[in-house]
């Protein structure tokens, strides 16, 4: 695979600074995936399933990272995933209890994935190294899908959409086998279809 065009050297970030910042943002997007999994839980369950599948691939990302990080020799970047919400951050959860709510958090949620793709792209524009440039290259296009998913739930919820698709019940709605099917890890495709979100 070729580079894109080089980085300026001014520009151009080394390997250790795109690795922290990648792992950084991942951090920052699992733990905001989580928070919306629990916001959600009472409210609609197809959306609370959503945001935790969405949060399993950032850390499937952060492995990644940390795997990329100790093939091209540097210190392995510090990835210490815990499982679930903590005490400390479910005390100020507040959950999502109507229609106006859980919409304003859509409307956010995918305000942030597309933040998150901007990001993504950048780093891979600062890239100037070639064992970097698969990952980020992965990186970019899953960031994409994710923000493509959200930009489609957004939608359809805001169009009154919800009964039709099911999305806040344990249905399997098709606009996620669509979205999906290629676009994520066979780990994740496998926990959609566990979870009762994708069509096979």
Same mark, same amino acid.
């Given at each position: 695979?070729?580079?894109?065009?080089?980085?300026?050297?001014?520009?151009?970030?080394?390997?250790?600074?795109?690795? /922290?910042? @990648?792992?950084?943002?991942? %951090?920052?997007?699992? $733990?905001?995936?989580?928070?919306? !999994?629990?916001?959600? &839980?009472?409210?609609?369950?197809?959306?609370?399933?959503?945001?935790?599948?969405?949060?399993?691939?950032?850390?499937?990302?952060?492995?990644?990272?940390?795997?990329?990080?100790?093939?091209?020799?540097?210190?392995?970047?510090?990835?210490?995933?815990?499982?679930?919400?903590?005490?400390?951050?479910?005390?100020?959860?507040?959950?999502?209890?109507?229609?106006?709510?859980?919409?304003?958090?859509?409307?956010?949620?995918? /305000?942030? @994935?597309?933040?998150?793709? %901007?990001?993504?792209? $950048?780093?891979?524009?600062?890239? !100037?190294?070639?064992? &970097?440039?698969?990952?980020?290259?992965?990186?970019?296009?899953?960031?994409?899908?994710?923000?493509?998913?959200?930009?489609?739930?957004?939608?359809?919820?805001?169009?009154?959409?919800?009964?039709?698709?099911?999305?806040?019940?344990?249905?399997?709605?098709?606009?996620?086998?669509?979205?999906?099917?290629?676009?994520?890890?066979?780990?994740?495709?496998?926990?959609?279809?566990?979870?009762?979100?994708?069509?096979?």
């Amino acid at each position: 695979m070729s580079l894109p065009d080089r980085p300026e050297l001014s520009t151009a970030l080394v390997p250790q600074e795109i690795l /922290a910042l @990648a792992t950084d943002y991942e %951090r920052q997007d699992i $733990h905001r995936y989580r928070h919306l !999994a629990f916001q959600f &839980l009472t409210f609609g369950r197809g959306f609370s399933r959503l945001m935790s599948v969405l949060g399993l691939e950032c850390e499937r990302r952060l492995v990644e990272l940390h795997s990329c990080a100790r093939e091209i020799g540097l210190s392995p970047v510090n990835i210490a995933l815990s499982c679930g919400i903590s005490q400390a951050s479910d005390a100020s959860i507040n959950l999502i209890n109507h229609r106006g709510q859980a919409l304003a958090a859509l409307r956010w949620t995918e /305000a942030r @994935a597309e933040h998150a793709v %901007r990001v993504a792209e $950048h780093l891979q524009k600062r890239n !100037a190294t070639h064992a &970097l440039q698969l990952l980020l290259t992965s990186v970019v296009e899953q960031k994409k899908a994710e923000r493509h998913i959200l930009q489609e739930v957004t939608e359809a919820y805001d169009l009154e959409f919800a009964k039709e698709v099911n999305l806040s019940s344990n249905g399997s709605p098709r606009i996620y086998g669509r979205l999906m099917s290629g676009s994520v890890s066979g780990s994740t495709w496998r926990s959609l279809s566990d979870i009762g979100l994708a069509n096979r």
